[in-house]
C-alpha cells in the first residue's frame, strides 16, 4: 500500500468504533440514543474529537430544529387537527380504496408531521375498518408506513434525515437547501411509489396472516389470570376433565398456588385461591369467566370501591417505548391513569408468567379497564399507542385551528427566508404552547428525546471520519471500484450504500456516515456535491427492506404480523424503483456541473 494511502492508528480506531456501533444498532439489544454516546465516549477517550467537538453536536441546528419539530407536530396530533381527516377516512369499506386514501393522506401530511405521530394517528383507524370489513390488517399497514417516509423526504423539515444531511452540507461549505428544494423529487417518487404499491406491492403482501383482528374486535389472543373462588363449579375438578378447550375455547397454560407453579397443571385439582392462566379470544375468557364464576385476578386486586365509569382499551407498546423490557408492576399504570391490565397479547409467543412478572416487548397489546377520566391523558403517552376504546374523545376544533395556522406560518416564514430553520421551529414551538396546543408537561413527555440525544452524540462521528482521513481513504478504494465511469455511477455507488447502511443502522447514523464519503466522493468525480448530498438524503428518508431501518416500519411490523421477509419482497423492489428514478432525477434538478 502506497504511504500516502495508510491509514493512522486514529482512522483504524474509528474504523473499529464505526463497525461495534453498526453491529448494535443492528442487533437492538442496546437502545440508539445509549449506541450514539458509546460512540461519543470512544471518540473522547481515544483522543480522536476534542471535548469541544464531542458537544457540537447538542448545539447543531439540525438537533434544534428537529427538536422543535417534535413539539409543532405534538401541537398538531393532540390539537386534534387530524380528526376531521380521520373521520372521513372512516367511512371507506373497501380495503383496496383504504390503503389508496390513506397514502393520499398520509404523503401530503408526512412532508410536515412526525411520521411516528402520523402512523400512530391513523394505525388505530386502519385496524378498526380492516375488523370491520375482515380484511388482513397486512394489506394495508405496510403502505401506510411506506407513504409516511415518501412524504417526509418531499421538504427539508419533513424528516430528521434531511435537515441532519443539510446541517453536515453546510459544514462543508455546501450552501443551505430551502424548506421546498426536495418537492418536486420527493413528489415525483411518491407518485411512482404509491402506483408500485397499488399495481404491484399489493399483490406481494399476504393476504391472510395471524394478526387478523377477530370478530370481537381483540388484536389477538390474550393471556389472563383467573383466581378461583369458593362459589366457582371448577373447585375440585382436575383441569383436564374440565375440558376447558373443548367447552369454552380457552386453553390453561399454567396453574398458580401461592408463590408455586404446579407441575402438569392438567393433573391438578383446582381449589379456592388457585390462579389459573388462561389463554384465548377475550369474548371467550370473559363468557368462561362468567359461566365459572372465576374472578379476573388484576381486577380483583386493583377493586375500586367508586362507580366510575371505565373504559376497555387495547395499548400496544410502541417502538422505543419507556415501557420496553419493564414489567407491569413498575409501569405505575394505576396510579397514572387508574388502569388496570387485565390481559396481554404477544404475537408469535404464547406467556406463560404471571401479568405482574411478565417482561413487556415492543407489539405487545395490552388490555386494560381505564377509568374515562385518564383516557385523554392515556391517549398522549408515547410509550402505548391506543389500538381501540369505546369511547373517542375529540380536541377543540379552535386548538385544531390555531395549531394548523402555527404550523403554516413556521413553514411559509421558513420556506420564503424570513426566519432561519431554526429559529422559526422555535418560535412556532412556543406559539403553541401559549395557545394551549399541549399542555406544559405534554413538550417534555411527548419528546423523542432518544432522537435528540442520538443527533447530538452520533454527529461528532462524521467529523472523526474526516479529521483521521476515513473518508478519503474509503473513498479511494471506492473510486477505483467506479472506475473512469462518470459522476452518474459514483452517484449509483452513494446512493446504494447509504441505502444499505440505512437498513442496517438506521436513516440518521447512516446520514453521518455518509456525507462526508460522498462529498469526498464528488470532489474526486470533479462534481458538485449537492446532487451526491440529495442522493445520501434520499436513500437514508426511504427505508423500505426491513422492519427495522424506520421507526413506521417497526410499528406496523408488530401491528400487522408481517414476517421480516414480507418487508424485503416488497420493499426491495421499491428501493429499486426510488434508486432507478433518482439516477434520472438528481442530475436533472441538480447539474453535475452547474
Known amino acids: 500500500m502506497p504511504r500516502s494511502a495508510r491509514m493512522s492508528w486514529q482512522a483504524w480506531a474509528t474504523v473499529a468504533i464505526i463497525i461495534g456501533a453498526m453491529a448494535l444498532f443492528a442487533s437492538e439489544k442496546v437502545r440508539i440514543d445509549l449506541v450514539a454516546l458509546l460512540v461519543l465516549a470512544a471518540l473522547v477517550v481515544l483522543r480522536i474529537v476534542t471535548p469541544e467537538e464531542a458537544l ?42 383504504l390503503t389508496f386514501a390513506m397514502m393520499l393522506a398520509i404523503a401530503p401530511l408526512g412532508a410536515f408531521v412526525k411520521n411516528i405521530a402520523l402512523v400512530a394517528t391513523f394505525l388505530p383507524l386502519a385496524l378498526r375498518v380492516c375488523q370491520r370489513t375482515g380484511t388482513s390488517p397486512a394489506r394495508v399497514l405496510m403502505p401506510m408506513a411506506y407513504a409516511a417516509q415518501m412524504g417526509g423526504v418531499c421538504t427539508l423539515i419533513g424528516t430528521s434525515s434531511n435537515l441532519l444531511a443539510d446541517s453536515l452540507a453546510q459544514k462543508h461549505g455546501l450552501p443551505p437547501f430551502g424548506v421546498f428544494e426536495f418537492t418536486k423529487m420527493g413528489a415525483l417518487l411518491a407518485v411512482a411509489g404509491m402506483a408500485y404499491l397499488m399495481l404491484i406491492g399489493r399483490r406481494l403482501l399476504p393476504k391472510q396472516i395471524d394478526a387478523a383482528l377477530p370478530e370481537g374486535g381483540e388484536v389477538g389472543k390474550y393471556v389472563t389470570e383467573l383466581v378461583v373462588g369458593e362459589d366457582s363449579p371448577l373447585v375440585g375438578t382436575r383441569i383436564a376433565d374440565a375440558q376447558l ?45 362468567r359461566r365459572t364464576r372465576l374472578r379476573n385476578a388484576p381486577e380483583q386486586h386493583y377493586a375500586r370501591e367508586d362507580d366510575r365509569s371505565r373504559v376497555l382499551a387495547e395499548l400496544m407498546v ?59 391523558k392515556l391517549r398522549t403517552d408515547d410509550a402505548f399507542i391506543v389500538l381501540s376504546e369505546r369511547d373517542d374523545a375529540r380536541g377543540s376544533m379552535r386548538k385544531a385551528w390555531v395549531a394548523a395556522a402555527i404550523m403554516v406560518a413556521v413553514v411559509v416564514a421558513s420556506g420564503l427566508h424570513w426566519l432561519p430553520i431554526p429559529i422559526a421551529a422555535l418560535c412556532g414551538a412556543t406559539a403553541m404552547a401559549l395557545t394551549g396546543c399541549f399542555g406544559r408537561k405534554d413538550i417534555y413527555e411527548g419528546m423523542d428525546w ?29 473510486m477505483g471500484l467506479v472506475g473512469n465511469h462518470g459522476p452518474l455511477a459514483a452517484l449509483l455507488m452513494v446512493y446504494l450504500l447509504t441505502a444499505l447502511l440505512t437498513e442496517l443502522m438506521g436513516h440518521n447514523p447512516s446520514v453521518v456516515l455518509m456525507v462526508s464519503i460522498a462529498v469526498t466522493v ?11 448530498v440529495v442522493a445520501v438524503a434520499f ?11 424506520y421507526p413506521t416500519n417497526t410499528m406496523v411490523y408488530y401491528a400487522g404480523g408481517y414476517r421480516f421477509t414480507d418487508f424485503m419482497k416488497v420493499g426491495i423492489p421499491l428501493i429499486m424503483l426510488f434508486c432507478a428514478l433518482s439516477m434520472w432525477l438528481i442530475p436533472q434538478l441538480w447539474p453535475f456541473h452547474p
Open 56 to 97: 457540537s453536536g447538542f448545539s447543531n441546528e439540525a438537533t434544534v430544529t428537529v427538536a422543535a419539530m417534535f413539539a409543532l407536530s405534538l401541537g398538531i396530533e393532540r390539537s386534534g387537527a387530524l380528526e376531521p381527516l380521520t373521520r372521513l377516512l372512516m367511512r371507506i369499506r373497501k380495503p383496496w380504496l
Open 245 to 289: 378447550g373443548d367447552k369454552y375455547g380457552v386453553y390453561p397454560l399454567e396453574l398458580l398456588r401461592g408463590e408455586r407453579r404446579m407441575w402438569s397443571p392438567r393433573e391438578q385439582q383446582l381449589a379456592v385461591g388457585d390462579v389459573l392462566l388462561v389463554r384465548g379470544d377475550w369474548d371467550k375468557i370473559e363468557d368462561f369467566q
Open 318 to 376: 410502541a417502538p422505543g417505548s419507556p415501557a420496553e423490557g419493564r414489567r407491569l408492576s413498575e409501569l405505575g399504570l394505576d396510579w397514572r391513569y387508574r388502569a388496570t391490565v387485565l390481559a396481554v397479547h404477544r404475537r408469535g409467543q404464547v406467556l406463560r408468567d404471571k401479568l405482574s412478572n411478565t417482561d413487556l416487548a415492543v407489539g405487545d397489546v395490552l388490555l386494560a379497564l381505564v377509568d374515562e377520566g385518564g383516557m385523554p
Open 450 to 478: 432518544k432522537i435528540i440525544i442520538l443527533l447530538g452524540a452520533i454527529l461528532p462521528l462524521g467529523l472523526a471520519i474526516e479529521k483521521t482521513g476515513l473518508s478519503t481513504v474509503v473513498v479511494a478504494g471506492a
Open 522 to 532: 464528488a470532489h474526486a468525480a470533479h462534481a458538485d456535491p449537492r446532487p451526491f
Open 539 to 549: 436513500a437514508a428518508a426511504t427505508s423500505f427492506a426491513t422492519p427495522v431501518g
